[in-house]
């Protein structure tokens, strides 16, 4: 039996702050809000880009905890597959983006870079190589 279409997938990552979170992916990366609840300090949002997007939410007395921060050896939060990571980095670096690991070939066969959020969320931008 054939299997039926999925096409993409939306992390979900607990922030410290949803506007604070929203500035960051917009300004560095290139994001749009999509939706956000309230409209004025809102507390969950949905940011996106093209075919990505992450849902995120703050919620009281819950701290991030980013894959990284749960042992160093669990890299990435999210990995977003970029048919061109040479062009992507040139352009988030010309928004003034700052690579928490730079463009690379990596040791495992892929080629990209990563960047951390302000709550310390990685995603890897790349593909194989």
């Keep these: 039996m054939p ?3 999925t096409e993409h997938i939306s992390p979900f990552f607990i922030v410290s702050n949803v506007d604070q979170t929203i500035a ?9 809000t999509r939706w956000k609840q309230p409209e004025r300090n809102p507390f969950s949002a949905i940011i ?4 990505v997007q992450i849902f995120i939410k703050s919620e009281g007395g819950i701290s991030p905890l980013p894959n ?13 597959y970029a048919s ?8 988030f670096s ?16 892929l080629r990209g870079f990563e960047i951390c959020d302000p709550d310390g969320y990685v995603i890897f931008f790349g593909r194989p190589r």
């Design 3 to 5: 299997h039926a279409a």
């Design 48 to 51: 996106g880009r093209q075919g």
């Design 94 to 109: 010309s928004q003034g983006a700052a690579f928490s690991v730079p463009l690379k070939d990596t040791s495992d066969g």
């Design 84 to 91: 061109d990571p040479d062009a992507l980095a040139a352009e």
């Design 68 to 80: 990284p921060k749960r042992h160093p050896h669990l890299r990435w939060d999210a990995f977003v």
């Design 24 to 32: 960051f992916y917009r300004d560095n990366l290139g994001f749009e």
